[in-house]
């Protein structure tokens, strides 16, 4: 028998989390599916060392209660990723939410049945549950790509997956170690493992623009200071673009005289972390501002990397600054300077695979112990697609999205009555703070599900002109921005044969939350609220 539930939330990372939070607050029976022993989401699969985030714990946490926000103590400025697991851990058990999530439970399919107005949702071992509501809360970075090289099975040591990391660690003591991959990931594990590895050669196939973190501890003044103030804080980081509390500059980089430019370019690299992008308002949007931001990133690296072939090798070229997801960093370009640290650039010498004592590109054979990969994620859609998710036409999501996703702002789409989706694409997601953006999601989405109750309404669908003139939309805005001219998983280039089109919403959160709020004050635009079956007249 089916369990009967009023909503069905998939994903217990923090957007699936929240939504189980409020959903009940507001009286919904909620069944959250986890396909891991753990909750966490992507904190609980990225454990490689050396994970932390990139936006400052103050802002990329809860905000939907007082209380949490004043006793949580966090450490550092950018929290390491246990700590975020365990802020987690203990959200779910103060707001004892655990008592609704199921574990261990990989959903297999979904299917929508229009006569009942019911998602019907099967797992892998043969339970299944009955909901008014599907809310997909699977993150946009939770399918790893899964890479391998030929004769990887016939190599004798071991490979690991920064995204799936191992849960009792990797010793890397005395070891030879390679790791695959410059984004995010590589970048921030490079350091930690050149400290403790016997060697380390980093495989890199495009050199990333990287920014310090500086990250430091937080003193209990400034945790006082921030906890005083915190509810101005959450309202600056609502209404800047990015969600990272901070505004840009209003000038473009290229109307400031010279020497004010560098003191200002040297004020952001030095404290802003991602937030450099922000140094000036048109750093994303204009190539003038992008060169001259870009020229100091690149001089800042030759600063800091000793051999002059390496220093040219981990000089990122021929894209702007942020079109690909730029990293930050706690002290990547230096390591390279190590006497156990070695750069292979890839692109040059193609890596061709494995031998049974480590890799081989087409210039050298190398002996590892550990291979990593952290050669990323099918970003945006790559969870959604996992389980097949069937509409009320008989269609999947995937066949629907063929062509790439296509959304009423980033929430639902048409032929998927009462399903929503959480920070996926057409939404700010990855282009801001992406927690921030999932509360402001959430809390739309919950009054949108209050109001369908008190009002009888049976079913909630996206309409298809409204969800192509948003798509248009999307588009738009992304021509004003330099993200399209680089190859990216913000637009699908991560994968061969992936559709090449804009994923995220690119006007900012501020822009997006009012965009949201009017929707929802004109009675939910865009969407179809309908009282009676949807071959009976729609009201
Ligand atoms: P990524 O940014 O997609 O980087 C993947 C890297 O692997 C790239 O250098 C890529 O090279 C390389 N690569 C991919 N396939 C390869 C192959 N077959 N052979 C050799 N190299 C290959 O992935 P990521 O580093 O995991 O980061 C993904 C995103 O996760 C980040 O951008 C960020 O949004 C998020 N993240 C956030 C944090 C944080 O908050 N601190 C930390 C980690 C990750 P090409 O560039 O040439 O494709």
Not at 166 to 181: H, M, N, S, T, Y
Not at 355 to 379: C, K, M, W
Not at 415 to 433: C, K, Q, T
Request: charged fraction near 25%; hydrophobic fraction near 35%.
């Amino acid at each position: 028998m089916p369990q009967s539930v009023d909503v069905v939330v998939i994903g217990a990372g923090f957007a699936g989390l929240r939504a189980l939070y409020s959903l009940r607050e507001q009286g919904f029976s909620v069944a959250v599916l986890e396909r891991d022993e753990e909750i966490g989401g992507v904190w609980n699969f990225n454990r490689y060392p050396g994970a932390r985030c990139d936006v400052e714990s103050f802002d990329y946490s809860y905000r939907f209660s007082k209380e949490l926000e004043q006793e949580w103590r966090w450490s550092e400025r950018y929290a390491q990723q246990p700590e975020i697991l365990e802020y987690i851990r203990h959200v779910a058990d103060r707001f004892d939410l655990r008592r609704d999530v199921e574990l261990n439970t990989t959903v297999t399919g979904a299917r929508y049945d229009r006569d009942a107005a019911c998602w019907t949702v099967q797992s892998d071992d043969g339970r299944s549950w009955e909901a008014k509501y599907l809310l997909l809360a699977m993150g946009q970075l939770s399918t790893p790509k899964n890479t391998t090289y030929p004769g990887q099975d016939d190599f004798a040591g071991q490979v690991c997956y920064s995204a799936r990391w191992p849960r009792e660690g990797v010793d890397f003591e005395g070891k030879r170690v390679a790791i695959i991959g410059t984004g995010s990931s590589g970048v921030q594990m490079t350091p930690v493992v050149a400290a403790k590895a016997k060697q380390l050669t980093v495989f890199q196939r495009t050199a990333n623009y990287s920014i310090p973190a500086a990250n430091a501890p937080v003193s209990d003044e400034e945790d006082a200071q921030v906890k005083a103030h915190y509810a101005e804080r959450r309202d600056q980081a609502r209404n800047s673009p990015s969600g990272l509390g901070f505004k840009p500059d209003p000038r473009s980089a290229t109307e400031v005289p010279e020497d004010e430019r560098e003191v200002a370019l040297e004020k952001a690299w030095n404290r802003l972390g991602f937030g450099f992008a922000l140094a000036f308002k048109d750093i994303l949007l204009n190539e003038e501002s992008n060169a001259l931001a870009s020229d100091f990133i690149r001089r800042k690296i030759a600063e800091q990397v000793d051999d002059p072939w390496t220093r040219e090798k981990l000089t990122p070229k021929g894209f702007p600054f942020g079109t690909r997801r730029p990293a930050v960093d706690g002290g990547y370009f230096k390591t390279f300077n190590r006497e156990n640290v070695r750069l292979v650039d890839i692109s040059e010498t193609p890596l061709e695979g494995f031998t049974p004592t480590g890799l081989r590109t087409s210039a050298e054979e190398f002996d590892f112990d550990i291979v990593i990969y952290a050669t990323g994620f099918d970003a945006f859609t790559g969870s959604l697609f996992g389980p097949e998710i069937m509409g009320g036409d008989g269609q999947t999501l995937k066949e629907k999205w063929a062509d790439g996703p296509i959304t009423q702002m980033g929430l639902g789409t048409a032929g998927f009555p009462n399903m929503f989706i959480i920070v996926g694409p057409g939404s700010p997601s990855l282009l801001a703070n992406v927690l921030l953006s999932s509360e402001d999601q959430v809390d739309w989405y919950v009054d949108l599900l209050v109001k369908a109750r008190d009002e009888g309404i049976r079913e909630i669908e996206a309409r298809p002109e409204a969800e192509k003139a948003w798509n248009a939309y999307v588009n738009e805005r992304a021509k004003e921005t330099l993200y399209m001219q680089t190859p990216s998983f913000y637009n699908g280039a991560e994968i061969p044969g992936k559709p090449r089109v804009f994923m995220p919403y690119s006007g900012g959160v501020r822009h997006y939350r009012r965009l949201l709020e009017k929707c929802a004050a004109d009675g939910y635009t865009g969407f179809d609220l309908r009282k009676a079956r949807a071959d009976a007249k729609a009201d």
